[in-house]
């Protein structure tokens, strides 16, 4: 059952809502950057007129994000970007409204809740871009790209006048995901033949949260489809050195944890992909004491994970001998059905990338003879068939193959996605206020850019006071003798952290 009003909003049960107002409660305070910014433009309104349309993780975090934008003058509608990842409390508390009940909401319009179906996730994500009274929203804010993708799919098919059933640039490889895609964009079609066309024109740009969807913006402005300027937040240095490291560092062993219990000290961890979210992944399972195995197809990478002391090894060499398997790659295919067929028993298998399809969920559930028991939700013993008279054998797949942390557990604190916010709010502001010079004194164009290095020096400083960090300060000379500004910024565009 649902609390909803079609249209306006969509959510588990809107009586959760005062259970999830004393978590934003709390997590405000441990978010000083995203309070920061409400303090400095909150009676500036720099994003009055910003109709924003936000596809991420539905989290009490996401929650203090959504009051931010609010309380600098945005209009909000807000779905999650994984079926699994919503915490109805949250949801509902959105919907509420600080100053609203259950029975009178007054809050932003939310189209989320835990456990989404394909379709369900799908229509949620049309919802956001649809503003009532409006042709659509004009700005996006995005995690992963789902958001973003819907409306270059859906321009591209209204201009072909029909949903072709073949595959085009920028779908996602999975067969079934892309049907429901369709039929979303075939009845949106049917409904209004120029929605995806008023919706574009409307768009002043997109801010894009993670590597994933990074990479599919940097793929849009290189075949020259990109129709509006992106932002890529991910690589703000506050962001992906933060978030997906210390954040994971904290996340995978709560999701690992909350899902299963199993003590991972003394065990042997794989995890595939050494980049920010695999150092952070490696990291968790060596504070609690396991013994961590790493695979990687890049050289550097794969030597810093040698240097720092973990064994670097191709998956089918360990298949045998690893108690947990985790991917971090944001690649597809990388445990296959074959792999986890020779894995050891009660092998846990999860995946924190951002896509579900580096797990062959798919093929695993072909495997002659296999059966799937749920232990709870988004915990499932997949059992294979006993060869002979030995003990059947089965491993445990968290979240289906989605991203665990924040299917199994509530995904990073919130210090740490105060850091990753307050870049999403600054590149929201960056992108509204461009759009309103005329064109040829904007700064964007139809490409990607990063935020300015001393905004991601902004950022940083915005948490230090929280932690009692004594920032030391440069002398004059100090600063002329590096040749850098006092104030900053401190490094060159090249410096790597
Ligand atoms: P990254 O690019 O820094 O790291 C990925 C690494 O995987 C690279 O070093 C790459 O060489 C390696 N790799 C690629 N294919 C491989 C294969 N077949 N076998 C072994 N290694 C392989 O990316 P980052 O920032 O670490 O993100 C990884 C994924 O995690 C992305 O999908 C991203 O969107 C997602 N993410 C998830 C978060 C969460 O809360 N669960 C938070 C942040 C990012």
């Known amino acids: 059952s649902f609390d909803e009003v079609p249209g306006r909003y969509k959510v588990r049960d809107l009586s959760l809502a005062e259970a999830g107002r004393h978590q934003i409660r709390l997590a405000e305070h441990e978010m000083p950057g995203l309070m920061a910014l409400r303090a400095e433009f909150g009676a500036s309104q720099p994003l009055a007129g910003a109709r924003i349309a936000g596809s991420l993780h539905m989290t009490v975090q996401t929650a203090v994000l959504i009051e931010t934008l609010v309380a600098l003058g945005a209009q909000v509608r807000w779905a999650s970007c ?45 919802q956001i871009l649809l503003w009532p009274g409006e042709q659509g929203a004009n700005l996006i804010l995005d995690d992963g790209g789902d958001a973003t993708m819907l409306v270059h799919l859906g321009l591209q098919y209204e201009r072909l006048g029909t949903v072709p059933p073949d595959t085009l640039p920028g779908e996602p490889d999975h067969t079934h995901e892309m049907n429901v895609v369709r039929s979303v964009l075939r009845r949106a079609l049917a409904a209004d033949p120029l929605r ?50 210390y954040g994971i560092r904290h996340s ?17 961890a794989f995890v595939a992909g050494y980049g920010d979210v695999g150092k952070g992944a490696a ?52 445990v296959t059905a074959e792999h986890m067929t020779a894995m050891k028993n009660k092998a846990i298998v999860g995946n924190i990338g951002h896509f579900d399809n580096e797990i062959d969920m798919a093929g695993l559930a072909q495997v002659p003879g296999i059966t799937r028991t749920e232990i709870k939700p988004q915990v499932h013993e997949w059992t294979f068939p006993a060869a002979g008279d030995e003990e059947p054998r089965s491993i445990i797949v968290l979240s289906e193959g989605r991203l665990l942390n924040l299917g199994n557990a509530t995904g990073h604190p919130s210090f740490v996605m105060s850091n990753s916010f307050s870049n999403q709010v600054i590149g929201q502001i960056e992108l509204f206020e461009d759009s309103k010079l005329p064109e040829g004194e904007r700064t964007y164009e139809r490409q990607v850019y990063r935020l300015p290095k001393v905004l991601d020096e902004k950022v940083a400083r915005l948490h230090l006071d929280a932690l009692g960090v004594r920032l030391t300060e440069l002398s004059t000379s100090q600063a002329d003798y590096l040749g850098i500004p006092v104030e900053g910024p401190y490094k060159p565009e090249h410096y790597r952290y």
């Open 283 to 334: 990291e968790a399972f060596r504070g609690q004491g396991a013994r961590v195995i790493v695979s990687e197809v890049d050289p550097i990478c794969a030597l810093q994970a040698a240097m720092d002391g973990y064994q670097v090894a191709r998956i089918e060499d360990v298949l045998g001998e690893a108690d947990f398997f985790i991917t971090t790659t944001g690649n597809k295919d990388v």
């Open 196 to 245: 995806w066309t008023g919706i574009s024109e409307q768009l002043l740009g997109v801010t894009e949260e993670t590597t994933t969807g990074v990479h599919r913006l940097y793929q849009l402005a290189e075949s020259g489809e990109l129709l509006f300027p992106a932002i890529n937040v991910n690589d703000s240095v506050t962001k992906s050195k933060f978030d997906n490291k």
């Open 82 to 126: 994984n079926i699994f990842s919503t915490q109805d409390e949250a949801a509902a508390a959105i919907v509420v409204g600080p100053h609203g009940t259950p029975e009178d909401p007054q809050g932003v319009p939310v189209f989320a809740w835990k456990g989404e179906s394909l379709e369900e996730y799908w229509d949620c994500t049309e």
């Open 252 to 268: 995978l062993p709560d999701g690992i944890n909350r899902a299963t219990d199993v003590l991972m000290g003394g065990k042997v």
